[in-house]
């Protein structure tokens, strides 16, 4: 039986214990002393995270998920001292207001009782509803969440927190609709939850300049120093909030993007594609029905965070999201060409346009099949570089070089890179793909269209998702200037279809390089 001085001591030290040398503490300890471990056990709890604390408060039914778990995180991160200005985008229902806008600032308010929180909405009354939810929360748990609501102020807009034993500062919360006025308030931490109500909202050009507008001149000002925003949303329309700032300050933010179908190999949960974000509760059956209710538009924006502006002239979604092959299906399909396309930028630096690298692959029944999209902003070395790893990983016969603009420095980057190649021994004796040279000298749509007929008899097929390119394609319009990933992927299509009537060069080929294939 330890004396009272002994065990205050063990108070004191025992949150500092590992945990296995905690639960050895409880199983000797009387049942009095067991009794105030465990109310040092729930608050250690409640200090982990806002879903700990969620799940303290509910006595286990807030649900938790690892999605949430990445949001619980940045509030971690934000509480330890770290100044983060974090974009989280995920799909609708699967909880980030109810932990980004509620639980996230009870919990921060709770580990800093002297910080302010700033949270806006599209709207003042949902933006008010979850000041409410938190002052409630404070109200009937004070004494749990040790931290009170100062009687003057205690507005669901707006309320402060006692002040704490030997501060003069004041803590609290204030909230606000997107476009409202919040003069003479600044915050430590400020949320921005779904600054746009819906798709009319977000399409209207006035509106997401206005909504613009505030954030610029009204919401980044009220920063205290070594402040942190949140900024989690679904997105509608490639020009919102968190798309303008991505266009102008992307070095500045870390985007946390959760589709509600994983989309690459670089998914921040480590999800295969097509893998569900939240399969407890929408598994990838439930997110097909979804799918096929909301339509393609609405699915890609709120569902996948790739909001696709409306079509052009020349393609068509449907044509390319009718058809697209799975990866199950591809195994089942013998390629009997595969070509490289490259289509170099205006010039030879990074600062420069991209540099279109595009993948595609004929079958010997007359499909074909866009298997890769490696643009990007690469210097002239690079970008032969890039063309020449992606033709031998995927045993390309042919690399189709535009010669137009820069493009017999184009072909000798390509050259130069397979040599050096070959020196590194990353060749492994593979013959060098032939080089195709490409003038283009008919007009941008004389040499898009016959592709995107192709497309529209559901003759090509996307065998991933390519975004960028996709939208490229189906925005474009006769007149406009031509994008590279675009001008690539028709070109490497075009050799493919019928080479001999382009007068692209293509021959039969004495070397067998096609060997194995049909």
């Known amino acids: 039986m330890p004396t009272a001085t002994e065990e205050r001591a063990l108070l004191t030290a025992y949150r500092h214990l590992p945990r296995a040398e905690r639960r050895r503490v409880i199983q000797r300890a009387s049942a009095d002393l067991r009794s105030k471990l465990a109310h040092i056990e729930r608050h250690m709890a409640m200090d982990r995270?806002?879903?700990?604390?969620?799940?303290?408060?509910?006595?286990?039914?807030?649900?938790?998920a690892r999605h949430l778990d990445l949001i619980d995180g940045v509030f971690n991160?934000?509480?330890?001292?770290?100044?983060?200005?974090?974009?989280?985008?995920?799909?609708?229902?699967?909880?980030?207001?109810?932990?980004?806008?509620?639980?996230?600032?009870?919990?921060?308010?709770?580990?800093?009782?002297?910080?302010?929180?700033?949270?806006?909405?599209?709207?003042?009354?949902l933006a008010d509803d979850h000041g409410r939810w938190v002052r409630d929360q404070l109200r009937g748990h004070s004494t749990t969440l040790g931290i009170r609501l100062d009687d003057g102020?205690?507005?669901?807009?707006?309320?402060?927190?006692?002040?704490?034993?030997?501060?003069?500062?004041?803590?609290?919360?204030?909230?606000?609709?997107?476009?409202?006025?919040?003069?003479?308030?600044?915050?430590?931490?400020?949320?921005?939850?779904?600054?746009?109500?819906?798709?009319?909202?977000?399409?209207?050009?006035?509106?997401?300049?206005?909504?613009w507008n505030w954030y610029q001149s009204v919401f980044y000002t009220r920063r205290a120093p070594g402040a942190s925003i949140v900024l989690i949303n679904t997105r509608w329309h490639e020009d919102d909030l968190s798309g303008r700032i991505l266009a102008t300050e992307p070095e500045n933010w870390t985007l946390i993007d959760l589709p509600a179908l994983a989309l690459s190999d670089e998914d921040p949960l480590g999800r295969q594609p097509g893998q569900a974000l939240w399969p407890e509760q929408y598994d990838e059956e439930e997110l097909a029905r979804t799918r096929r209710a909301v339509g393609e538009r609405v699915w890609w924006a709120l569902y996948q965070q790739q909001p696709r502006p409306l079509e052009g002239g020349v393609w068509q979604w449907a044509w390319i999201t009718d058809h697209r092959i799975s990866p199950v299906a591809f195994r089942g399909v013998d390629l009997t060409r595969i070509v490289v396309a490259l289509d170099p930028a205006g010039g030879d630096t990074p600062g420069h346009d991209e540099s279109g690298i595009v993948a595609a692959g004929r079958s010997s029944d007359g499909h074909y099949y866009v298997l890769a999209d490696k643009t990007g902003k690469h210097s002239a070395e690079a970008r032969g570089r890039e063309t020449c790893l992606l033709a031998l990983d995927l045993g390309a016969d042919a690399i189709v070089v535009e010669t137009n603009y820069?493009?017999?420095?184009?072909?000798?980057?390509?050259?130069?890179a397979w040599a050096e190649l070959e020196r590194q021994g990353q060749t492994k004796g593979a013959v060098m793909p032939r080089i195709v040279d490409v003038t283009a000298k008919k007009g941008k749509r004389l040499r898009a269209e016959p592709i995107a007929?192709?497309?529209?008899?559901?003759?090509?097929?996307?065998?991933?998702?390519?975004?960028?390119?996709?939208?490229?394609?189906?925005?474009w319009l006769p007149g406009m200037d031509s994008p590279d990933r675009m001008d690539a992927a028709v070109h490497a299509l075009t050799e493919l279809a019928d080479p001999a009537q382009t007068g692209l060069g293509t021959q039969h080929y004495s070397d067998h390089r096609l060997r194995g294939r049909r």
């Open 406 to 416: 820069g493009g017999d420095m184009a072909r000798q980057n390509v050259i130069q």
């Open 453 to 475: 007929q192709l497309y529209e008899t559901g003759l090509v097929h996307h065998c991933a998702e390519f975004p960028a390119l996709e939208t490229q394609m189906v925005t």
């Open 49 to 64: 995270s806002p879903g700990a604390l969620a799940a303290v408060l509910t006595e286990g039914r807030e649900k938790q």
């Open 153 to 211: 102020s205690r507005a669901a807009n707006r309320f402060d927190l006692e002040q704490p034993r030997g501060s003069s500062v004041r803590g609290g919360m204030v909230t606000a609709g997107v476009g409202g006025s919040l003069t003479g308030k600044g915050f430590n931490l400020g949320i921005i939850d779904d600054p746009f109500k819906g798709s009319d909202d977000a399409n209207s050009p006035a509106q997401r300049e206005r909504v």
């Open 77 to 125: 991160r934000i509480a330890a001292g770290e100044r983060l200005q974090v974009m989280l985008t995920m799909p609708p229902r699967h909880g980030k207001s109810q932990r980004a806008s509620r639980w996230g600032p009870l919990w921060y308010l709770r580990r800093h009782p002297t910080h302010r929180v700033m949270l806006a909405s599209y709207g003042a009354d």
